[in-house]
């Protein structure tokens, strides 16, 4: 109901409204139905006759929400069901349970005003054409959206620029490498000007300097554009590039959302000093773990608990050049979070 | 309607670009498309001399006629989609297809006119110089060639139609080709290919009658050549009109069941 503007707030009037979330989940699930059988001429032959199936859940339950202009990383181990999330999101796949809305559509209807205005890139997958330049692909995806001829050529110009796309448009995207194809991609994939955009593994097999480039792209992109990203990546450091609230899932199920920060203090019990003493043979097992030493370079892993307690003890007893205290890298609270899942 | 002939022009920009690219497959792919019924043509030739001068109401100068229009209508009307679709769901390309804001059988209809308009000249050059060799008999009568061109616009339309509601099978099985291969028996036998309707018994060309497969290339080919009486060529109007109503109320179904299929299960 639209509020009456000549009626006073009242005791109970919320003043500052909640955004509607760009994308909602509510306890969304999805369940495949796989045929099964076991190897051998003789299992072939049985599963003519009589068909095992099994349900496999792979989203189980998930409930997020993701405001305009959030960019938000999702983690999880291979077959957590990201990419199946993703793809019911984006209208691919029919969830079996649950709800889920993208700026208000439900995407497996795939209506075209939602198709507008969502993309999905997903690294592993192409759609430019393979044997001709992008550019002509490019051409085709702004006919196929109805794009009209100035908003397009702002849009290009500017992906161009950002990408650095100005020597690799004109040629057959069959010869370009697997970097320059990718950033094709990814171009093709926003000319369109999404709101929303999914990115699986958009840096998935490229060289370091390029994963930069892609991450800086995107960060920009959002600045830019204010599209809602969600992103899932088995790069750390895209998700601590671009992502201050990361979703971790595993088997289906939500285990995290929140700050990224706050997932390492919540899943880190250690901290790991380390120190730089001038006596190259002391023995530190008494103050923690010894994780390694060289020339006098000691990494220690301590409870983080302890961690005020044992650095106060190193300064006090051993010569001390030179003391710096760290989280652990966040590759290997991930890998925590994981196997502390695992029942 | 100027988003869609956009549409339609960069579609066929990007199949011509591509076609380009092959030019060889191209031309062994023209080769085959002449090869077959100039097999057949050969074949009832010899046997039209060998049995007094004709077989039926064909003369060898008549089947000369027949399989030389046939090589035209069938490049016309010819279709691909049944050997792409599975390769296309099985490796996610239809994904991209369900992203876009169009329905994907317009990329095809005019990936398919696009290259047609590009092969086409070439197929009428090849014909032309078959002509030289096996000098057909030519007798037009106007409204026979003139009812010609709607009856190739429809048997066009209902082959496109009813090979890409085919192709969707996809969907639900890795054996299309077996699918595949049913449909071109009966597309051999049944739409005047393998030889012309008239020369079958009587059954079987009831069958073809009331199939569709006539319809998408036998029906043209007779009315150009004169063979058709005017309420026959009506009537066959008619009958690829209704095929072309089944076809697109069938396509319909089957596309939804099949997208509701894949969303189930994905690629």
């Known amino acids: ?343 | 309607m100027r988003a869609w002939i956009e549409l339609y022009v960069q579609q066929f920009r990007t199949t011509f670009a591509t076609m380009l690219q092959y030019r060889a497959s191209l031309v062994i792919w023209m080769i085959s498309q002449v090869l077959e019924p100039l097999v057949y043509l050969i074949v009832w030739s010899t046997v039209s001399n060998g049995s007094g001068g004709s077989v039926g109401s064909y003369t060898a100068r008549d089947f000369a006629a027949y399989y030389l229009v046939l090589m035209i209508v069938n490049q016309i009307t010819y279709t691909w989609i049944m050997y792409e679709y599975e390769y296309r769901i099985r490796q996610g390309y239809l994904s991209f297809a369900l992203l876009k804001p169009v329905h994907p059988i317009h990329s095809d209809i005019s990936d398919n006119l696009s290259s047609k308009l590009t092969t086409l000249p070439l197929m009428l050059i090849v014909v032309a110089g078959l002509a030289l060799i096996f000098r057909p008999t030519a007798v037009f009568i106007p409204w026979a060639v003139l009812t010609f061109l709607p009856a190739l616009v429809l048997a066009f339309l209902v082959r496109f139609f009813v090979e890409w509601t085919l192709a969707q099978a996809a969907f639900w099985t890795t054996r299309v080709s077996a699918i595949n291969q049913v449909y071109f028996v009966l597309m051999l036998f049944l739409s005047g290919q393998i030889a012309p309707l008239s020369l079958f018994p009587a059954p079987i060309q009831i069958a073809a009658d009331i199939l569709p497969f006539r319809w998408m290339l036998g029906f043209p080919i007779e009315l150009l050549l004169g063979r058709l009486s005017p309420l026959q060529a009506l009537a066959g109007l008619a009958a690829q009109a209704a095929w072309l109503v089944a076809s697109l109320v069938l396509i319909r179904f089957v596309w939804r069941a099949g997208v509701r299929a894949y969303s189930a299960v994905g690629s």
């Open chain 1, 1 to 343: 109901m639209p509020p009456d503007p000549n009626r006073g707030l009242g005791a109970f009037d919320i003043i500052t409204p909640m955004p509607t979330p760009a994308i909602h989940l509510q306890d969304l699930c999805k369940t495949y139905v796989v045929s099964e059988r076991e190897a051998g001429v003789g299992a072939a032959l049985r599963s003519l006759v009589h068909r095992r199936t099994q349900e496999i859940t792979a989203v189980d339950g998930l409930t997020f929400d993701l405001a305009p202009g959030e960019v938000v990383g999702f983690l999880g181990p291979n077959g957590a069901g990201k990419t199946t999330t993703l793809k019911m999101l984006s209208g691919l796949l029919h969830p079996t349970g649950g709800d889920c809305r993208v700026l208000d559509h439900l995407p497996w209807k795939r209506e075209r005003a939602f198709l507008r205005q969502i993309t999905l890139v997903m690294g592993q997958r192409n759609q430019l054409v393979w044997d001709i330049p992008a550019a002509d692909s490019f051409d085709l995806n702004r006919a196929i959206y109805r794009l009209p001829l100035a908003d397009y050529r702002r849009t290009l110009d500017e992906l161009t620029d950002l990408l650095d796309l100005g020597p690799l448009l004109k040629k057959p995207v069959r010869n370009l490498s697997l970097g320059e194809r990718m950033k094709c991609e990814i171009a093709a994939a926003l000319l369109h000007r999404p709101q929303v955009v999914f990115l699986d593994e958009p840096t998935i097999g490229l060289d370091v300097t390029m994963q930069r480039r892609i991450r800086e792209f995107i960060a920009e992109y959002n600045r830019r554009s204010g599209a809602t990203v969600l992103l899932t990546s088995h790069y750390m450091a895209d998700v601590e590039a671009l992502c201050r609230r990361v979703i971790v899932i595993h088997r289906g199920k939500l285990l995290f959302d929140g700050d990224l920060s706050d997932l390492v203090q919540q899943f880190t019990a250690h901290k790991t000093i380390v120190l730089q003493l001038e006596d190259c043979q002391a023995n530190l097992h008494a103050y923690g773990e010894v994780i390694s030493c060289e020339d006098g370079r000691f990494t220690l892993r301590v409870p983080k608990a302890e961690t005020a307690h044992v650095t106060e003890r190193l300064l006090a007893d051993l010569p001390v050049i030179d003391l710096l205290v760290e989280d652990p890298p966040i590759e290997e609270v991930i890998e925590r979070v994981f196997t502390q899942a695992v029942p």
